[in-house]
């Protein structure tokens, strides 16, 4: 406390910037974690929070023993781990591309193309992808029928559906996820490429034992970050673009808690199922850092 109350008086200007901060994090993201509670209780809107009839982990039965959840949790691991396989990798290697481009002017441009789908918002990156995919007059479907296929049902057929949010997910995050890769890259010390030059390295060698052992760090980072989000599977994404014929494989938890809780006024329902996701994110969070530092000695803390 001596060591505190020392430093608050020599950087009080630095303490006093920091109330804002703190202040926002109270208000926004600590004092609303009091409605967690409302996963324990039978919650009435007229009663209020605190006058509700405590239910305990009833609320909690229900969702483990319930056929729908059981569907919707494996919806979500599913698409889940599509988007970390296919398109966890994907920001590196466009980053690593991106870093040999030696003509200013062109890489530029490319990288504005690609930063650009990340501030259109869900609702337009749909609106395309529909026009798109459509079987009357998208111009996806045409060129597969014009190669003598038939028309697909992109955004109706439960077997292409998942690959369509992927691929919605890629087209919109790759670019501007790559930004963080490529600011690493630019960390790198120019005289570990031109050693590896000089005992004969080429450019395939170069980026095998120079820029992959530089990107690790943030890879490690990055790849701890998306786990402790593999149960969020894009919910605003899906909730724009599903429809409830492919409800059965893309229902995720986000989706679910929205239409059970407002759909259904369901409040307590919801609230226990987003805790759920909550306490498991935590949980794989905390794992895959522990497994990070015991095998590759690098993690968040």
């Not at 030696?102 to 650009?116: D, G, H, M, P």
Request: proline letters at 4%; aromatic letters at 14%; a positive charge.
């Amino acid at each position: 406390m001596q060591r505190l109350v020392v430093d608050i008086r020599k950087d009080w200007d630095l303490y006093v910037a920091l109330i804002p901060g703190i202040a926002f994090l109270l208000l926004f993201k600590y004092t609303p974690m009091y409605g967690v509670i409302i996963a324990f209780k039978d919650f009435n809107i007229f009663q209020g929070m605190a006058a509700s009839k405590w239910v305990y982990f009833e609320h909690f039965e229900k969702l483990f023993t319930s056929p729908g959840f059981l569907q919707v949790f494996r919806n979500t691991l599913i698409i889940s781990l599509y988007k970390i396989v296919i398109l966890f990798p994907l920001p590196i290697i466009v980053a690593i591309m991106m870093n040999e481009l030696q003509k200013a002017l062109f890489k530029r441009t490319v990288q504005t193309i690609i930063y650009l789908p990340h501030f259109l918002s869900w609702v337009i990156v749909s609106g395309l992808f529909i026009d798109l995919l459509s079987v009357n007059g998208g111009v996806v479907n045409k060129l597969i029928v014009s190669l003598g296929g038939q028309p697909i049902r992109f955004f109706l057929d439960v077997d292409v559906f998942r690959s369509v949010i992927v691929t919605s997910a890629g087209w919109k995050e790759i670019g501007w996820s790559s930004i963080i890769y490529l600011a690493a890259l630019s960390g790198i010390d120019p005289q570990l490429y031109e050693a590896a030059k000089i005992d004969g390295a080429n450019k395939w060698k170069q980026t095998l034992h120079v820029t992959l052992p530089g990107l690790v760090p943030i890879i490690t980072l990055m790849f701890i970050l998306r786990l402790g989000g593999i149960l969020e599977a894009g919910t605003e994404q899906i909730l724009v673009m599903y429809n409830p014929s492919v409800y059965k494989v893309a229902d995720v938890i986000g989706t679910y808690v929205y239409r059970v809780g407002l759909g259904e006024q369901n409040y307590s329902f919801s609230t226990a199922v987003g805790l759920f996701e909550s306490v498991i994110a935590f949980f794989l969070i905390v794992s895959g850092n522990y497994l990070s530092k015991k095998y590759l000695q690098r993690s968040i803390w």
